[in-house]
């Protein structure tokens, strides 16, 4: 476990996502949850040391299965964007474990089985504030990388969590993307209104602004060919020859390369489907 400030932890040692705890007089606030229970168990029992209050509060930073799968072994309410709980009301009660091929983290584990989902019990639209100590907490809508993205900013502390907004040496989710305002959020992270704060990446943790300035080329390169392949009105398998390109500049271990061409392959298909087909059929 990383301690950013006395009261501000993360932890990367689990599988799926970064997790991150801020240790309030009222309670702990987790963010994200690991997908594996026996993981989510683990955690909480990692932080039981911590001196906090009696209540807890698990925020979802998006609906990224990595992320949310593991969310009811967390045993509290769950808090999110409005858009994951209309995500959830369109999913069965269970998760089932097999037949997936997103390219997801979850789906290189094998001890999931079938699991229930722990659907967000709060949720918000635009902005929210949570105040269980001195200093606020602020939560605010940012749907560039996934439509139910939000980003946990303290602002006293100069820390911000933005989820999958920006991610760390590997290739980014596609499929529920609005490649546009994904661009506009990185210039925001990029603006002199984070002048000073630590980025923390729903994957990989701590960024350096190396890594911000790499994922805003990688994102508008991504846009400007997929805006090029649906001028010359290919189909979404086109997409298929932006992978390497994609990938390129990102640094992992070769035995990493399948599985993250796989996330490009079925990400920007969806992408693409979404964006421009289902537009084009919309018209026709």
């Known amino acids: 476990m990383q301690s950013l400030k006395e009261n501000i932890h993360i932890e990367n040692k689990y599988a799926g996502v970064t997790l991150g705890a801020i240790n309030l007089p009222r309670g702990l606030i987790y963010i ?8 989510g168990r683990s955690w909480r029992a990692d932080l039981l040391d911590l001196e906090s209050g009696y209540d ?23 808090l999110a964007h409005e858009n994951a709980a209309i995500f959830f009301r369109s ?4 998760f089932k474990a097999q037949g997936h091929t997103t390219g997801a983290e979850w789906e290189a584990l094998p001890s999931l089985g079938n699991i229930r989902w722990a659907p967000p019990e709060i949720t918000f639209t635009k902005k929210m504030s949570i105040q269980w100590g ?13 439509k139910g993205a939000i980003w946990l900013i303290l602002p006293e502390e100069k820390i911000v969590f933005v989820g999958d907004t920006v991610i760390k040496n590997q290739p980014p989710f596609f499929s529920n993307a609005d490649l546009p305002r994904w661009i ?18 729903g994957r990989g943790g701590v960024c350096a602004g190396s890594t911000l300035d790499k994922q805003h080329k990688l994102i508008k390169n991504a846009y ?8 010359k009105k290919a189909g979404p398998e086109a997409t298929e020859k932006l992978i390497s ?23 920007l298909a969806e992408y693409y489907t979404r964006h421009y087909t289902s537009k084009k059929t919309d018209e026709d």
């Open 56 to 78: 807890r509060l698990l925020i979802s930073l998006d609906t990224n299965v990595d992320r949310t799968i593991g969310a009811r072994a967390m045993d509290c309410p769950v």
């Open 134 to 146: 001195e200093t606020p907490i602020i939560l605010e809508h940012h749907s560039g990388s996934n």
């Open 245 to 267: 390109a994609l990938l390129s500049p990102l640094r992992f271990l070769a035995s990493e390369r399948d599985f993250y061409t796989q996330r490009l392959r079925y990400g």
């Open 32 to 39: 994200d949850a690991p997908p594996i229970p026996e993981d």
């Open 91 to 94: 999913r069965p009660s269970i």
């Open 184 to 201: 506009e959020d990185l210039n925001l992270l990029a603006s002199d209104a984070y002048k000073g704060y630590t980025i923390i990446s």
């Open 224 to 231: 400007k060919k997929i805006d090029a392949l649906a001028e």
